[in-house]
């Protein structure tokens, strides 16, 4: 009896078990759950000099003992004192020119390699060591004495005197770097050089030790192991011998190095001519583009007494620095940036444009075809922000969120239909204007796209004259609307509230359903994309490619309206969708897997429009359809690392299957959300290809979130090249919808 009991307990518990996996809820789910612990964040700061622009071509920089940075560059030696405030000339009048290495002693004196000499730092500048006039383009420090090596020669400065001794190496040096033992590594255009205290010199350009003979770079590591780059890679020396190699087959983004540094924390910081490569003893991360660097062109890299990494570029300074952040610090840093310069009247959210790139102070709002959308998503974002915190804030922002999306229609003057966006009347800049097509230019559309339709005025007054409200709305937007009513019904508003939104929410839908699944535009023809209805989805040609998604949108419209009213006549309209067209069949595989059609817009717009249908679905067979959907729909945004697409996919079946990558993507995501331009696409540790889309060109490894310009879950994350020149800045939405959504389902515990 007790084993029939145990396996009658066994019986329940898996079917307990199955029931809890398949079951549509967003309430929290305790399986797998991430302990928001502090992280080490980098965060980039910009040095520009001053002046002309040599100052700011830099060759070299290093910290001294009172953490004043010094730069040596194409117009002199210049300083910058600890309260970072600016820049000052050290070398003398008449010494004006190129400066090109540095050097600082424990005892803080500061030694510079200039066009004319050697010099070190006094109490008014840098001072001329007189017995040296040649170039000096190499210094360092060994064992308490200067050495300085040019063209002309190699000197030695002990106790303030400078004597030149022999040394039998290539003249053209790049680095050198004590050994430890009283000898000298020398990094030169034509190999690499061992200089003994007995003169003896050995050199290893002759032998299979080095990748190549052009060495630019020397430093050691922790484990005393000699790195050497040079035109081609990085070998690793260990006594007299190379024990490994770094090129671009073992991860290395570029391999036209110019520097290499050991951090304090023992990572191998390599400068190139795209960026820095960071080795931490496993894998390479690269930090390029104006994100992470005034200039791509790396010469040089100090560390001060901090940890940040200041480093020397073709177009000024940059410093690298990291503090201690959690999750819920880094949420608070992008809503301040989202509540500062993203919320324009009356209450959309999106980008905003920067009249100088990447300066925010020039920061000025801007419209997009997509604001109802994205202001739909940070309406569900502070949805998902109330329920977990209860915080009044929060409530407020979804309140005023749902007034803007309600505002789109009511500003429209019709039975129901949404504008894309609205913007003050005495706006003069604005995406997309009203514009004329003549017949030839319209033929020559029609020809590309049988679709297009032609709307000339996009964009209209309203009818107190303090707006302009545009037209033409997309299913994007729509699809959108309804994801965001749907999280402030269900999460935020009370019995009033909920009243309101089922007013709105009758409008818009009712208003689709008369006009025969479609959105009427002001013309009273269907918008451009705005198209549900069976005879076009199921029987023209030219709208199969939007076939499947389609038929998820409109159900889930039908679904979602039908589960705030309550009236059966959205549940009449959806059944008459599943049985007479074959609307569920339709959905039932949603995704497009085929290179062509493929996109992420779709998948973005799949994630808006499932929780409807999962979450209030009842019927068993509709269920399992629909989760056959979203799986297949998972299964290809998996390979994203989509903290979005994973979250989704957990609210609504209890599985969290790639919680460490998501963890892994919002503690990578740079704090700046700039969109600066970053071209990924002449790294030497990648290839280039048509897939997953076959219309843009990807890398054939998706990259961390550091390393790409994505801040819309709409954008393809292996695109090569992203990003708009620094010319506008994300809101921070992208990433705080899916932190809040983890917040919510206890995957993220605070």
């Known amino acids: 009896m007790n084993r029939y009991f145990i396996f009658a307990v066994l019986l329940n518990a898996v079917a307990a078990w199955q029931q809890a996996v398949a079951a549509p809820t967003d309430s929290p789910l305790p399986p797998a759950v991430a302990v928001d612990t502090p992280f080490p964040q980098q965060y980039h700061s910009r040095y520009v000099l001053p002046g002309e622009q040599a100052a700011n071509d830099v060759r070299a920089v290093t910290i001294d003992h009172k953490g004043n940075v010094w730069v040596a560059s194409r117009a002199g030696v210049f300083r910058l004192g600890k309260e970072r405030q600016s820049w000052t000339s050290q070398l003398p009048p008449a010494a004006a020119g190129p400066a090109f290495a540095l050097a600082v002693e424990e005892n803080g004196t500061v030694w510079a390699g200039v066009w004319d000499g050697l010099y070190y730092s006094g109490h008014e500048g840098l001072v001329k060591i007189a017995s040296v006039s040649a170039p000096i383009s190499t210094v360092c420090i060994d064992h308490g004495d200067l050495v300085a090596l040019g063209p002309q020669g190699f000197w030695r400065v002990r106790n303030g005197l400078a004597t030149k001794e022999p040394i039998a190496c290539c003249q053209a040096t790049r680095a050198a770097l004590p050994d430890g033992e009283g000898g000298l590594w020398v990094a030169t255009q034509m190999g690499l050089y061992h200089h003994t205290a007995n003169l003896a010199t050995n050199g290893y350009y002759q032998n299979d030790q080095l990748i190549s003979a052009d060495v630019r770079a020397i430093a050691y590591a922790k484990d005393a192991q000699l790195w050497v780059g040079s035109l081609g890679g990085i070998s690793v020396l260990h006594r007299a011998g190379r024990v490994r190699q770094f090129t671009a087959a073992e991860g290395l983004a570029n391999v036209d190095l110019r520097c290499i540094r050991r ?3 023992g990572r191998m910081w390599v400068g190139s001519h795209l960026g820095i490569s960071v080795y931490d003893g496993s894998s390479w991360s690269l930090r390029h583009s104006r994100r992470w660097l005034v200039g791509d062109q790396v010469r040089d890299i100090a560390f001060d007494q901090e940890g940040t990494a200041w480093i020397a570029t073709n177009t000024g300074v940059s410093a690298i620095g990291r503090k201690s952040l959690t999750l819920a610090e880094k949420a608070a840093h992008y809503d301040h940036i989202c509540q500062t310069r993203h919320v324009r009247p009356p209450g959309l959210v999106e980008k905003c444009r920067l009249a100088t790139p990447g300066d925010t102070s020039t920061w000025k709002p801007f419209d997009d ?31 005023r969120a749902f007034d803007a999306l309600r505002f789109l229609q009511t500003v429209t003057e019709t039975a129901g239909f949404v504008a894309r966006t609205v913007v003050p009347c005495n706006w003069k800049l604005r995406h997309d204007p009203n514009r004329h097509f003549s017949d030839p230019q319209w033929a020559s559309r029609l020809v590309e796209d049988p679709r297009a339709k032609r709307v000339e005025v996009r964009w209209h007054r309203s009818a107190d004259g303090k707006w302009l409200w545009k037209g033409d709305t997309s299913s994007d937007e729509i699809t959108g609307h309804y994801y965001g009513y749907l999280y402030y019904y269900d999460l935020v508003a009370d019995e009033t509230e909920r009243k309101r939104v089922r007013h709105h929410v009758r409008k818009v839908t009712d208003s689709i359903i008369d006009n025969g699944y479609v959105l009427l535009g002001m013309d009273g023809k269907p918008t451009r994309w705005g ?39 959205y549940q009449h309209c959806y059944l008459d969708l599943i049985r007479k067209h074959g609307y569920a069949e339709n959905a039932r595989q949603a995704k497009s897997m085929g290179p062509a059609w493929r996109t992420h817009i779709d998948d973005e717009l799949l994630a808006l429009a499932y929780p409807a249908l999962l979450k209030y679905e009842t019927d068993p ?13 998972y299964r290809a945004t998996r390979e994203d690392h989509s903290p979005f697409a994973n979250f989704t996919y957990s609210g609504l079946t209890g599985q969290c299957l790639d919680l460490k990558a998501s963890i892994s993507f919002l503690r990578d995501t740079s704090l700046d959300l700039v969109r600066w331009r970053i071209d990924n696409s002449t790294r030497a540790d990648l290839h280039l290809t048509n897939l997953p889309e076959m219309e843009m060109v990807q890398t054939n490894r998706l990259l961390p979130p550091s390393e790409i310009a994505f801040f819309r879950w709409d954008r393809n994350p292996w695109q090569a090249v992203q990003g708009d020149g620094g010319h506008t800045e994300s809101d921070g939405v992208f990433w705080l919808l899916p932190y809040w959504m983890a917040r919510y389902q206890g995957r993220i515990h605070p």
């Open 369 to 399: 075809d997509n604001d109802g959308q994205y202001t739909s998503m940070y309406l569900a974002m502070e949805s998902f922000r109330y329920a977990a915190t209860k915080d009044p804030r929060a409530k407020a922002n979804a309140r």
């Open 621 to 633: 067979a509709l269920q399992a359809i629909y989760r056959q959907s979203l799986d297949q729909w």
């Open 531 to 569: 198209v549900w209805a069976p005879e076009r989805l199921n029987h023209d040609p030219n709208w199969a490619m939007d076939r499947n998604v389609n038929s998820v949108e409109i159900l889930s419209y039908l679904k979602a309206a039908f589960h705030m009213t309550g009236d059966e006549k």
């Open 263 to 265: 951090g304090p924390d």
